[in-house]
């Protein structure tokens, strides 16, 4: 993620949403990937001081999900971007409904700088009303036919999530139980939408013989493979050394979009890096092994960072050979959809 600067001068970080410095309001502007610093108009408009003339209103989910993205004054829309793609929330009666869809959103709009900062092609439900990308967070409840419990997953461009999931204590409860390393709602969010882009990019695309050299056969029937590892775990005496976690072990789609997700981690965070001068931005095209040498050391000392601090590795993960070559893959796939127009719109 970058840094940002308000009119004055002052620091600014992703989320800020008033300057501590002169007391601006702040917002979120996708079609610069800026907050940017915010004037109030006569006319009930914003204006971002020196900013060319243009004119905001917030998104109307401003106080419901806590949303500081804006939208541009002449849009017709009344929700902003990233608002735009959620079509289904969980009953906000219950308030801790409320809290958790805040964090979803926030998670959300986290993604969404991602698929902007990559250049991604991304298509809502309007643009594409079969396989347009839309989410939906849905609480587990008591129907009359019993309980119903809402699976986390990706299915012909709807992602679903579980509000639970923005539990912590529920969440961490989980991680536990399934032996995962690592488990955040980022990291749900750059899971499922490699699903997504596993559609978009991949199936029936000149990809795939590539796509299945690297990560297997995505035929093999998914739910029996998902069944067998929840009951018995990852297959394979290596499968440490092929996969990048153990879920990513139990069928294809699962390893592209575990590997996917981490393609997303390391670009971010070499890009916050390469900002605060740790390290060197991330270059489009450059080649994955010096990109993997400078992750590697400083996820290094990320990691005794952390240990210093008494808190849990952030990134406890081994980028191997076999993983490196899914990450040298999806880069080009990204590199070839960023390049032919891209950009969420
Ligand atoms: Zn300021
Ligand atoms: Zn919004
Ligand atoms: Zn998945």
């Known amino acids: ?96 409904n409320r809290i ?42 008591d129907t009359p036919e019993g309980p119903q419990q809402i699976i986390t997953g990706h299915a012909g461009g709807r992602i679903t999530i579980n509000v639970a999931e923005a539990d912590e204590i529920h969440r961490e409860r989980t991680r536990i139980a399934l032996g995962e390393a690592y488990r955040t709602l980022l990291g749900h969010m750059r899971h499922e939408i490699g699903h997504y ?57 699962e390893d592209w979009a575990e590997s996917w997700a981490h393609y997303l981690h390391i670009t971010d965070a070499l890009e916050t890096a390469g900002v605060y001068q740790l390290t060197g931005m991330p270059q489009a095209g450059e080649d994955i092994e010096q990109l993997l040498e400078r992750w590697h050391q400083l996820s290094e000392a990320l990691n005794a960072l952390s240990r210093s601090l008494g808190q849990r590795d952030p990134y406890p993960f081994k980028v191997t050979e076999p993983v490196a070559e899914k990450l040298r893959f999806i880069q080009e796939v990204v590199g070839a959809a960023g390049s032919s127009g891209g950009a969420a719109s």
Not at 33 to 46: E, F, N, P, Q, T
């Open 197 to 253: 882009y596993w559609m978009r990019l991949i199936e029936g695309s000149p990809w795939q013989e590539r796509f299945r050299a690297l990560f297997g056969d995505e035929r093999e029937p998914y739910e029996q493979a998902l069944q067998r590892y929840y009951q018995f775990g990852p297959q394979g005496p290596d499968w440490a050394v092929r996969h990048i976690s153990a879920y990513a072990a139990s069928h294809p789609w």
């Open 100 to 141: 958790y869809w805040g964090r979803l959103e926030a998670a959300k709009r986290y993604l969404i700088t991602d698929l902007l900062r990559l250049g991604l092609p991304l298509a809502d439900r309007w643009q594409d009303p079969q396989r347009g990308l839309v989410f939906q967070f849905l609480a587990d409840a």
């Open 1 to 96: 993620m970058r840094l940002f600067h308000c009119a004055c001068g002052n620091r600014l970080h992703f989320g800020n949403t008033r300057c501590l410095s002169c007391g601006r309001a702040l917002g979120f502007d996708p079609a610069r990937r800026a907050v940017v610093a915010l004037d109030a108009g006569a006319d009930g408009l914003w204006r971002a001081p020196g900013g060319g003339g243009q004119r905001y209103r917030n998104c109307a989910n401003v106080v419901a999900a806590s949303c500081d993205w804006l939208v541009p004054a002449e849009s017709g829309d009344a929700l902003c971007l990233a608002c735009r793609l959620t079509d289904t929330i969980p009953d906000l009666d219950n308030e801790l």
